[in-house]
């Protein structure tokens, strides 16, 4: 298993360069929507946060661990300016890479969660994911159906049952589990820093969502005081699945004309 596993659309000298990162219990194919729309403009290199997909599992979660660890492979392609788009965690995940590397970002554009702490939300995933006998189960119908009785939403079972996969035999899922939920407090803190980083941002909200309320405005702009802020009224967290089109045309236009749709 790779440190930290990635796919790059291309490496072409013309093209600028994005990063694509997920957010918590996802993979890179999350964003192959975003990727797919973005690819002919851009040279996109889409991750595997670590613990998450094909990367390797690791032995704690921290904001300042996880960045360092992608810096270090965007390096490791000769890669030395990018944007990056993060979603919910990538999102966290990418403010840190720019507070902390601010010459190497041109872009950011973070999609529904803002630099704070959030009080608990994910219980219910965690009981699902624990309720289901990975030794016993035969199929994915098996696992949603023990999963259902913890969460009501079909949309994030489907979701989660994505990372249940077969090896040799054996179920699995692809993320970390045991350290995701240990380390969950972790993953919920803000992103914290003596840097102020100048360069573009774009935040873009689910207008059904409240990862980012009025009330997160100050602690944005403390850190990101070039921030600007979208909102795609109709859709909720997982907005660049809800309504791909209106969000992949204000990345877009954010990137490649600083415009906001």
Request: aromatic share 8%.
């Amino acid at each position: 298993m790779q440190s930290i596993n990635y796919h790059l659309s291309s490496n072409q000298a013309e093209k600028p360069y994005l990063v694509l990162l997920h957010g918590l219990f996802g993979s890179l194919d999350n964003l192959s929507m975003v990727r797919k729309a973005l690819e002919d403009s851009h040279n996109v290199l889409s991750i595997d946060l670590p613990d998450h997909g094909k990367s390797a599992f690791t032995d704690a979660f921290s904001f300042t661990s996880y960045a360092n660890k992608i810096v270090q492979l965007i390096a490791s392609v000769n890669i030395t300016k990018v944007s990056i788009l993060g979603h919910s965690l990538g999102g966290k995940i990418a403010m840190k890479i720019a507070l902390d590397n601010p010459q190497l970002i041109d872009k950011l554009v973070i999609a529904d969660i803002a630099p704070v702490s959030y009080t608990p939300r994910h219980q219910n995933v965690f009981k699902a994911l624990n309720a289901v006998d990975l030794k016993s189960i035969t199929s994915r119908g098996d696992a949603d159906a023990v999963m259902s009785e913890y969460l009501k939403e079909p949309g994030v079972s489907q979701f989660l049952l994505k990372s249940l996969k077969q090896v040799d035999g054996n179920w699995r899922w692809d993320f970390n589990l045991q350290l995701l939920q240990r380390d969950y407090p972790a993953i919920s803190k803000g992103i914290s820093s003596d840097n102020v980083c100048s360069v573009p941002v774009l935040f873009i909200k689910g207008g059904q969502s409240d990862y980012i309320l009025p009330e997160h405005k100050s602690a944005i702009s403390a850190l990101f005081p070039n921030s600007r802020a979208k909102v795609i009224g109709s859709a909720g967290h997982w907005l660049h699945a809800q309504k791909p089109v209106i969000f992949n045309r204000l990345v877009s236009d954010f990137l490649q004309n600083d415009t906001c749709g």
